[in-house]
């Protein structure tokens, strides 16, 4: 019987660095350049539908201040702006990643309102109670340690403040479950290897989804880290999940 692997100790091939946050931040800089491509090209475009179902519900709690953690080229951060919050401060570590989101924000006009800066989820730079909202997509999967990057989300955010997490998770229907395994484990790493020529970031990612917890293990994580109204809405037949709780 194949051993299941934590979450933690996942961490991607071929890239330097002496632990999961190194080696996640050096892939991360390697693939930025074609990193929006290929996320819209390997979900079909969908993940756009996903992300606008995060700011729906952001929509009910009128944020004025947002963090965008493991924020990336910042797609959530700039969909963020319908909100018309007062500020949306997005935070990764990956250098690349934050200079191909600072072109995107720049470009659309909006630096003014949306600030990227350079920092580990485990240690984020801002004081106790600093934003409304703290939302995360597809990134709390990449964090070198869930419970210390959790910790520090809830830290930041507001007594009665909402966090949103974006995540992948497994699908469990038939076919669903079958297609998708052989879409994640044998087409997606070709492709990726095809249009940004790093075919280890996408095999990463399919074992990365299959040692994350998902669904009722990621609310009780949740719910032990002190969110409270914690609930998960499976997305696409389950192949993503929106996790939300308050403090």
Not at 223 to 247: E, H
């Amino acid at each position: 019987m194949k051993e299941h692997k934590s979450h933690n100790t996942v961490i991607p091939q071929t890239y330097s660095g002496s632990g999961k946050k190194e080696k996640v931040e050096a892939m991360f800089d390697s693939i930025a350049g074609k990193y929006d491509l290929l996320n819209h090209v390997l979900s079909g475009g969908i993940d756009y539908q996903w992300r606008k179902r995060v700011i729906n519900i952001l929509k009910e709690h009128q944020p004025k201040t947002i963090l965008d953690v493991a924020t990336g080229t910042g797609d959530l951060a700039i969909a963020e702006i319908r909100l018309n919050p007062e500020k949306i401060t997005g935070v990764d570590i990956s250098a690349g990643m934050l200079d191909v989101g600072r072109k995107k924000i720049a470009e659309k006009k909006l630096s003014h309102k949306i600030e990227m800066i350079q920092a580990d989820s485990a240690a984020l730079p801002f004081a106790d109670e600093s934003f409304d909202a703290v939302t995360v997509a597809f990134g709390v999967r990449n964090f070198e340690n869930l419970d210390n990057g959790l910790k520090e989300m809830y830290r930041v955010l507001r007594t009665g403040g909402v966090m949103i997490i974006l995540e992948f998770s497994q699908p469990q229907q038939f076919p669903v479950k079958q297609l998708y395994r052989l879409y994640s484990r044998k087409i997606m790493p070709s492709i990726g290897q095809l249009l940004s020529k790093q075919k280890a970031a996408y095999e990463y990612l399919p074992e990365s989804v299959e040692a994350f917890p998902y669904g009722k293990k990621m609310v009780d994580i949740l719910m032990m880290q002190g969110f409270k109204n914690t609930k998960c809405t499976p997305l696409t037949f389950g192949i993503a999940s929106i996790y939300v709780g308050t403090k």
